[in-house]
């Protein structure tokens, strides 16, 4: 469960990307959050992924109060928490496979464990086959799927994405969002904030709709749906 | 975690370290040769002190005392005060060199024969070498015996050898502090030069260590591959200090015997020992480990994901 409570935030350049925003999630729903870019959409996930703070208000995730996480426990809360970014943020110097390994090993999971779960990941977006490439042998969306399967392949139970088909052409956008539908199919609450309107068209989930910081349509979270 | 995967994970960031250094071969080789460079300054300045300190070791006890006679003072009366120096509890031994020999010996061995000849007469006095008996070798007895030889009729001077041997070895310990002072700012030096490269291999890496921050690593998982970064410094360092000794103790072995040889001396240049190896070795990793640790907990904590 994510609760936004009132939350402003106003960077130290005097921007006031949100102005009390207040939106609720319930577990294993998928959600975009849309809006023109600067509608408060990356603050949002930051806030989440507690790269940043709220300057008022509050963020709870899990139950938990973000405000409650002291600077030495993040590291912790971001291990039940999957993120995609746009621009994929892989590291080069590494196969594929080690890049997706990354958050096993910093969680410290035994080498053999790491190596079927990596293959499982990889096997899930159909990336099977390429662990000794290098990300930059891959094409944008190869790159793309191995930032998701990274994102996943620790089982959090929450996964964001920041614009995570910015940079694909319509199908191989149709084809990720196909794959967060999967996960969101197998209980993984999602996030994803993106500017592609067509595209979530496509897809009959929820909306949250920002416009200059502020939430001008929370849509009706799963649980409050009629059936 | 269980400890298997602990020490997996260690012995795995040690070896990609490695891996990582060795792949910037022109960069490493410079940061060893400078850590190299530091340490064998001071290693070397010690080891020979501990070598001149060998060679003079034995010096301090049988002295024996040079007496300058009187120029006026005839052959006969040099004999006799030989003679009645013999006859002392305190004395050994007394050896009577005229002004001729010296003067002979003299030109022997400095070159200045020509220079010599052109002096009109033998500016050089009678010595008598007098050797202490054992049970007055001690600095009280030798002290004693020389103001009593001193107050005698027809001598000059009286010199005990060993005053010279007792300066060199009071420069000996200013010298050794000086090392040891040298020693300390090399050290220093050689936490610096490893904290900057770690400094700088850092802020190289930012992107992947706000990556791995994102995905849930801690400041002490980051961190890691630099402070074995540093120890892998610190032990090609080491490593390449101990040869640059192990070749000047080699260059110079060969000269210091001969030179040994002509004092009749047996003196060997000593070596590095095993154990001090392994202790200049065990220094260099725990400085650049230091140095690294510095740096390393300073710069990343400062990296965070935007």
């Given amino acids: 469960m994510i609760r936004f409570d009132q939350v402003h935030k106003r960077y130290p350049t005097g921007r006031e990307a949100l102005a009390g925003v207040s939106f609720k999630i319930d577990d294993g729903e998928l959600v975009f959050l ?46 039940n928490l999957g993120v995609v970014f746009q621009d994929h943020k892989l590291l080069h110097d590494r196969p594929v496979a080690d890049n997706v390994a990354l958050p096993l090993i910093i969680a410290g999971v035994p080498r053999r464990e790491i190596d079927k779960r990596v293959r499982a990941a990889l096997d899930q977006v159909g990336l099977l086959g390429k662990e000794k490439n290098r990300p930059l042998e891959l094409s944008t969306g190869e790159q793309q799927r191995v930032g998701i399967a990274r994102a996943v392949v620790a089982k959090p139970t929450l996964l964001i994405a920041d614009e995570p088909t910015g940079n694909l052409d319509p199908q191989l956008a149709l084809e990720v969002m196909k794959l967060f539908k999967r996960f969101n199919e197998v209980g993984v609450t999602v996030v994803i904030a993106t500017h592609d309107v067509h595209l979530i068209e496509q897809f009959g989930a929820r909306r949250i709709v920002l416009g200059d910081g502020r939430v001008t349509d929370a849509g009706v979270p799963t649980s409050a749906q009629p059936q | 975690m ?85 006859q002392r509890d305190d004395v050994a031994a007394v050896r009577v060199i005229t002004a001729e020999q010296a003067l002979a010996a003299f030109r022997d061995d400095s070159g200045f024969g020509k220079a010599l000849d052109a002096l009109s007469d033998n500016p050089l006095p009678d010595t008598l070498i007098v050797t202490p008996a054992l049970p007055a070798s001690t600095p009280q007895g030798t002290a004693a015996l020389k103001g009593a030889i001193a107050a005698m009729a027809d001598v000059q001077t009286v010199q005990l050898d060993s005053e010279w041997v007792k300066r060199l070895h009071a420069m000996l310990d200013i010298l050794r502090r000086v090392v040891l002072l040298t020693g300390c700012l090399l050290g220093a030096g050689v936490v610096l030069v490893v904290g900057n490269t770690i400094r700088l291999d850092i802020l190289n890496r930012r992107a992947e260590i706000e990556v791995m921050k994102l995905v849930g690593a801690s400041d002490g998982f980051a961190r890691r591959p630099f402070l074995y970064s540093g120890i892998w410094y610190g032990l090609g360092g080491g490593l390449i200090a101990l040869l640059l000794v192990a070749v000047a103790v080699a260059v110079l072995a060969k000269p210091v015997d001969g030179l040994a040889k002509l004092y009749g001396s047996q003196f060997h240049l000593q070596g590095l020992r095993f ?32």
């Avoid at chain 1, 600067?38 to 940043?52: C, N």
């Avoid at chain 2, 140095?291 to 990343?300: D, K, P």
């Fill in chain 1, 34 to 79: 849309t809006g023109h870019s600067g509608a408060g959409k990356s603050s949002i996930l930051k806030l989440i992924a507690l790269i940043e703070r709220p300057t008022r208000g509050q963020v709870f995730i899990n139950s938990q109060n973000t405000a409650a996480v002291k600077p030495r426990g993040i590291p912790q809360f971001r291990r």
């Fill in chain 2, 275 to 306: 154990t001090t190896a392994f202790d200049v070795l065990a220094l260099a990793v725990i400085l650049a480990w230091f140095g690294s640790w510095l740096a390393a907990t300073r710069h990343i904590r400062g990296i965070e994901p935007t």
């Fill in chain 2, 2 to 86: 269980n400890i298997q995967a602990y020490f997996a994970r260690h012995a795995q960031t040690l070896v990609g370290s490695l891996g990582r250094i060795v792949n910037q071969p022109f960069a490493t080789a410079l940061t060893m040769g400078v850590i190299a460079v530091a340490l064998a300054l001071p290693l070397f300045l010690n080891l020979f002190l501990t070598n001149m300190r060998t060679a003079t070791a034995n010096w301090n006890d049988a002295f024996d005392l040079s007496v300058y006679m009187d120029k006026r003072a005839s052959a006969v009366r040099v004999g006799s005060l030989a003679k009645q120096l013999r």
